[in-house]
């Protein structure tokens, strides 16, 4: 019984790729260790705007590679992990659109940091007021008075600002070589 089971069961090189398929995030595509890192931030040219940096360098994989780094001044562990995933999600959803031979090392621009007082002179949020502000609703405080206003960048925001700093570096990297 066992035999004829397996003889039916599809492999995962018969399965049809599908576009949740396409745009994974495997272990592959990241950097992972501070070799990664200090290479891309040696050799890698630098771009940043109000909400992230990016540093991008050449890499002889074929495929491009993440890496993410976010300040234990951009808040507490809610804030500054939810901001990660916003960062790979932007990456995972845009491989088919940047450049594929790059390694790419993104972080939250310190001046965002400071136009929207979030950090370690702010109060730190609370994890409800993170979950309230997916949906843009500040919860009422304790004292009675509106919470001060939670300001995370959107997903949209993040992911325009990432597209518009590769099209950016790109198209300098590209008029360069000309």
């Known amino acids: 019984m066992s ?28 950097l992972v260790n501070n070799r990664q890192f200090k290479a891309v931030l040696a050799r890698g040219r630098r771009l940043s705007n109000g909400l992230l940096t990016l540093y991008m360098a050449e890499n002889n994989c074929g495929y491009p590679r993440l890496g993410i780094s976010v ?3 951009c808040g507490n ?19 088919d659109t ?4 790059f390694d790419y090392l993104l972080m939250i621009s310190p001046r965002w940091l400071k136009k929207t007082g979030t950090g370690k002179a702010a109060s730190q949020p609370t994890f409800e007021q993170v979950k309230l502000c997916r949906v ?43």
């Open 136 to 178: 843009g609703f500040s919860p009422p405080n304790s004292l009675g008075g509106a919470s001060p206003t939670l300001r995370l960048p959107t997903f949209e925001q993040i992911k325009d600002s990432f597209l518009a700093l590769v099209q950016e570096l790109t198209r300098r990297d590209s008029s360069q070589r000309e």
């Open 98 to 101: 940047i450049p594929a031979a």
């Open 71 to 73: 300040k234990k001044s």
């Open 77 to 95: 562990a809610v804030v500054r992990n939810r901001l990660k995933r916003l960062l790979r999600e932007a990456f995972r959803q845009s491989q």
């Open 3 to 30: 035999s004829e089971y397996s003889t039916h069961r599809l492999t995962t090189h018969q399965l049809p790729i599908t576009k949740s398929m396409q745009f994974s995030f495997p272990k592959k595509k990241r």
